[in-house]
Structures are given as structure tokens and as C-alpha cells.
């Protein structure tokens, strides 16, 4: 009956932590958050558990977490890092996270368009963004791939995303996939890169690139362009190929994705 109590108080002290957040409230709350994770400990109760649990509203702690987390501009332009900190707590407290804990976290993100704080995510080893492959090829435990995500003024402006792939031909021939994720205008992408197997009209071992939306993202026309450039030491102009993909995106759950070879000359690099 004790642990009964604990955990119904616990489950209260934490709804309440991510409730009306403030930017000065987020450090003492990792406090609190610290005296709940010793309670659950006394009483053997399993708090990683507890806080993947969507309990609040049909969803998790670390959702409301995200979603309630207030605005602060200065996080993105300071190019850190860091997890805030009642985020960060709640996110190690729960590890080793679900499937459907990630998933929430992920639509938290597209929900509050936060491509900051998403990338953030995906750099936490304990979110299990790169896989076990690429961990032992790359030795490392997190995504080193850079993104950046151009500003846009409009929602139905164009935008840009930038992004760079260390050791990519060693991770194509070896994991045979390399992609990447991001949030914009309000939808969530996936860039992926990898090895046909014979499907989708493609020659087996063909290296190629598609685009494609994740779940809970609207339906989209799209005109991208890749310009794929190669790393270079010195003064001499790397070699640069241009891609081009148009038509019509729906959800990832649909199975639908546009995807096109790349030429021979990148695959042979």
C-alpha cells in the first residue's frame, strides 16, 4: 500500500512539474524531480516506468515537458548542446526509452515546430538516433552529422537545409543507410540515403537518396532540389551534383516517398 501512495504522489509531483514552466522555475524543478526518483528507489518502484506512461491527458511527462517548455529564443542562437534541464532530467530518468516514448517526443516537437530542440534530442545517447552499426564503424554514440535548417518568412516559402555526412561512403558501404531528420513548416522530413535492394525500380546496389514525410505531418506538393558536394581539402573546388525530385508527399505511414538514383561517379568517390 505504501509503494501504492508513493507512486500515486510521485505521478501528481511530476504532472504538476510540467505544468506552467517557467525559464526560472526549470532548475528547481530538476530538483524535485530528483527527491521523486529517491522515493520510487525506497519503494522499488520502477520510475523510468512511471514517466513513459501517458497518464497526462493520453500522453507522457516528457511530451507535456516539451510542449509546455517556454519560448526562449536565446538556446537556439547560443548554439548549445544542452538539453534544458527539466527536459533533460525527465529524458534520463526514463531511459532506456520505448519506441512510442521516442515517437512522442518527436511529435512534441513537430507540435511546437521546435527543429531545436529535436536536434538537441537526437544528439542524447540515450535517444538512439544512430545505429549500433554506425556507433562501432564511427565510434561514437550520437549522430555526428551537422543540420542546419534555413529561416523562412512565409509558411509557404521555399527553404534550405544544409547538412554533412562524416565518412559517408564508408557508412553507405558498410550500414548501407544514412538519413537524417528534421522539422519545417509544421511537418516532419526524412532525408535518407541508401542501397536499393532491387525495389522501387532501381538496379540492385544502386546507391540512392529519397524524401519522405514521418508520421502526423500534413500532405505536401514538393519541388526539392539536392546539391550534393564533395568534401575538399585547400583551395581546389570540390565536385558537386544536382538533383531534382517533384511530387506529391503524404505521411511515412502511407509508405510513400519520392526517391531517385545517384549517379556513379559519387558512389565510386
Not at 554533412?164 to 519545417?184: A, G, Q, T, W, Y
Not at 541508401?194 to 544502386?206: C, H, I, P, S, Y
Amino acid at each position: 500500500r505504501a509503494a501504492q501512495e508513493v507512486r500515486k504522489t510521485v505521478a501528481g509531483l511530476v504532472h504538476d512539474l510540467v505544468r506552467n514552466q517557467t525559464l526560472d522555475s526549470n532548475v528547481s524543478r530538476v530538483g524535485i524531480l530528483e527527491k521523486c526518483s529517491e522515493a520510487c528507489a525506497t519503494h522499488s518502484i520502477k520510475m523510468s516506468s512511471l514517466l513513459q506512461k501517458p497518464y497526462i491527458e493520453e500522453h507522457t511527462p516528457l511530451y507535456w515537458a516539451i510542449v509546455q517548455h517556454p519560448t526562449d529564443k536565446s538556446e537556439a542562437a547560443s548554439g548549445t548542446f544542452e538539453l534544458p534541464p527539466l527536459i533533460g532530467a525527465l529524458l534520463a530518468y526514463s531511459v532506456p526509452l520505448k519506441d512510442s516514448t521516442i515517437q512522442e517526443t518527436r511529435l512534441a516537437c513537430l507540435h511546437t515546430c521546435d527543429q531545436w530542440l529535436y536536434q538537441r534530442l537526437r544528439l542524447c545517447p540515450a535517444y538512439g538516433a544512430l545505429a549500433d552499426k554506425d556507433r562501432l564503424l564511427l565510434g561514437v554514440n550520437v549522430p555526428p552529422d551537422k543540420i542546419t535548417v534555413g529561416t523562412v518568412a512565409r509558411h509557404d516559402a521555399p527553404f534550405t537545409v544544409d547538412f554533412e555526412f562524416p565518412d559517408f561512403e564508408k557508412r553507405m558501404r558498410v550500414s548501407r543507410d544514412v538519413n537524417l531528420s528534421f522539422i519545417s513548416h509544421a511537418r516532419m522530413w526524412k532525408i535518407q540515403f541508401f542501397v536499393a535492394d532491387g525495389d522501387d525500380n532501381l538496379t540492385d546496389g544502386q546507391w540512392a537518396v529519397r524524401l519522405g514525410l514521418l508520421e502526423n505531418s500534413p500532405t505536401t506538393n514538393v519541388a526539392a532540389t539536392y546539391i550534393l558536394e564533395e568534401t575538399t581539402t585547400g583551395d581546389a573546388p570540390g565536385e558537386s551534383v544536382n538533383l531534382k525530385l517533384s511530387g506529391n508527399l503524404v505521411p511515412e505511414e502511407d509508405d510513400d516517398h519520392m526517391h531517385t538514383a545517384l549517379p556513379d561517379a559519387v558512389q565510386c568517390s
